[in-house]
């Protein structure tokens, strides 16, 4: 390159370096004034938000490890017996009273005609003992007479034997009689004793055999009206396992009732976010199933009596070599406004996510 473009060349080259470094400066103040700015800004919202946490934040607990529940109703069978009806299906709802399955009442009528039966021979028996006390008395009487007739004649012997007048035989045959009639007395007081024992205190209405006897009619009556198997509450049929035809047992499982307008949730919090919880709490809470806009509220109904871990089935032994400490949840109960719930129904066992504002009790 000649000397002359050099020359013309060097002023270019300086205007370019002098433009860099006006850049490279411009850009260092603005990194510096970002930083500053950085700074102030974490300088106010640390406080900020240190603030809000200890006045506001640190007054509520939350956790998504909650699940909706109810005090299912299980319909068992009372009596035995084929089923000869089931009128409800799974899902269908229900009103407490409304019949769900029939057990073919046959047998029940039977014992009940039996017990019918049984009862008025009951009455019937029972009549007799006061009867009998009747006949007991007027055997008493009976042997009272006979004992002062034979006492007489055995006195008037008595006094005739020592002249003669009366054989030795005559006397002895006296006193024999006189003595029979004591000892008969005897037996028909013990007799009338018995008597009185089996009415002491009862009328026929009130005796123990009666009243035996009308508690097992009673019994076969309400076993007869045990056949027809009604709802005890209102909700929803679930879990129904009866089939017409089939021929159940007492006690044997049929199906369940879910009262979906008293469902409760139990949450599960960890043991570290329990201190400062107590009943009557309120609480709000959001249903995965319809999610951030329906707000449900509620209340802290109780605390569970342990851990899920110490109910389980096989409970953790702490004691053993291997142990690992681990976070332990203990069931919080939440009971749920009425009118919430029948604006937007909830299911067993729908998940849930529950904050307790822990600064008042309502």
């Keep these: 390159m000649s000397e002359a473009a050099r020359v013309i060349e060097h002023p270019a080259?300086?205007?370019?370096?002098?433009?860099?470094?006006?850049?490279?400066?411009?850009?260092?103040?603005?990194?510096?004034?970002?930083?500053?700015?950085?700074?102030?800004?974490?300088g106010v919202a640390a406080p900020a938000?240190?603030?809000?946490?200890?006045?506001?934040?640190?007054h509520y607990v939350s956790t998504d490890n909650a699940y909706v529940g109810a005090s299912v109703g299980q319909i068992n069978s009372q009596v035995a017996g084929p089923i000869a009806e089931v009128r409800v299906e799974d899902t269908q709802a229900v009103r407490k009273g409304d019949v769900l399955a029939v057990i073919d009442p046959?047998?029940?009528?039977?014992?009940?005609?039996?017990?019918?039966?049984?009862?008025?021979?009951?009455?019937?028996?029972v009549g007799q003992y006061y009867a009998q006390h009747a006949v007991a008395e007027a055997q008493v009487q009976a042997r009272i007479a006979d004992v002062e007739r034979t006492a007489d004649d055995y006195a008037r012997r008595k006094s005739l034997v020592e002249s003669?007048?009366?054989?030795?035989?005559?006397?002895?045959?006296?006193?024999?009689?006189?003595?029979?009639a004591e000892a008969n007395l005897a037996a028909a007081r013990q007799t009338l004793a018995a008597q009185e024992e089996l009415i002491r205190g009862v009328g026929v209405g009130d005796h123990p055999e009666t009243l035996a006897a009308r508690a097992a009619l009673d019994k076969a009556r309400l076993d007869l009206t045990r056949t027809v198997i009604t709802a005890p509450i209102d909700g929803v049929v679930a879990q129904r396992k009866v089939q017409v035809g089939q021929t159940v047992q007492p006690g044997q499982s049929l199906m369940t009732v879910t009262p979906l307008a008293e469902v409760y949730v139990d949450a599960n919090f960890k043991e570290g976010q329990l201190g400062h919880v107590r009943v009557g709490q309120p609480v709000t809470l959001v249903a995965d199933l319809y999610g951030d806009d329906v707000v449900y509220h509620g209340r802290v109904a109780g605390l569970g009596g342990g851990t899920g871990s110490a109910f389980a089935v096989i409970p953790a032994q702490n004691a053993t070599g291997n142990w690992i400490k681990v976070v332990q949840r203990v069931p919080v109960r939440i009971a749920l406004a009425r009118e919430e719930i029948a604006l937007h129904p909830l299911r067993v066992g729908l998940s849930m996510t529950a904050t307790i504002d822990t600064r008042r009790v309502d």
């Design 13 to 42: 080259i300086e205007r370019s370096e002098a433009h860099a470094a006006v850049h490279a400066g411009a850009m260092h103040r603005r990194r510096r004034r970002l930083l500053i700015g950085l700074g102030t800004g974490l």
């Design 49 to 58: 938000g240190g603030g809000y946490w200890y006045a506001v934040a640190s």
């Design 106 to 125: 046959s047998d029940a009528r039977l014992a009940v005609a039996r017990a019918e039966a049984d009862y008025q021979h009951t009455l019937q028996h």
């Design 164 to 180: 003669g007048s009366v054989s030795r035989a005559d006397f002895s045959t006296a006193r024999a009689a006189a003595q029979a």
